[in-house]
């Protein structure tokens, strides 16, 4: 084998062993799940976590979904090691993906790994039972007088029907206990 071939080997063994060695990031947690915008403005504190290695460093991309650049951070003993925390400001309502990636950071090799997480930003000017009420899945909705001001508790139920049902003659639609259907109006004759 010639000295260059030598070379070329030995350098592609050492970054897949680099890369073998680095970091993995895992997992992207925010400090809230869903924000109001204060004076247009909401600022969330995201946690990157996963396994770290004082030996190598690798590269790091954060990318917040609201179109603005990402963080690109150097992941190691100097820098910091996983878990590393790091502030993005919103400035719109809206669902933002942010996800957090293993890649290239000036000579630095990108770190194994990604993690992501949906974030929900909102109006300043909605209250908090309207913030709250949103927190109920799609097909549910607050339950009334289930919200609790000092503690923050909250139930939902299913939500019921935009129309009712059409229960025909005879019958007459009920919703009650989280139940919808069609009741008798009054006495049954039963012609037999």
Known sequence: MNRSSLFALTAVTFAFATSAWANTITAVTPSASRVMLDNGQASVRFTVSGQGNEATD???????????????RIIGKDEGLLPRAFDHTFAAPGQYTVTARGQRVKQ?????????TLITVVEGRQSRRQIVA????????????SYNRQTGA???TPAYPAQQLDCG???????????????????V???R
Do not use: H, K, V
Request: one cysteine or more; charged letters at 20%; hydrophobic letters at 20%.
């Open 134 to 145: 949103q927190a109920c899945p799609e097909g549910w909705m607050l339950r009334d007088g």
């Open 108 to 116: 630095t090799f990108g770190c194994s790994g990604s993690g992501s």
């Open 169 to 187: 003659p005879g019958l007459r639609y009920f919703e009650a206990d989280s139940q919808i259907g069609c009741r008798t109006t009054g006495r």
């Open 58 to 72: 690798c590269g790091m991309w954060i990318e917040y979904g609201d179109n603005g650049s990402p963080d690109t």
């Open 189 to 191: 004759r039963n012609d």
């Open 154 to 156: 909250f139930s939902c």
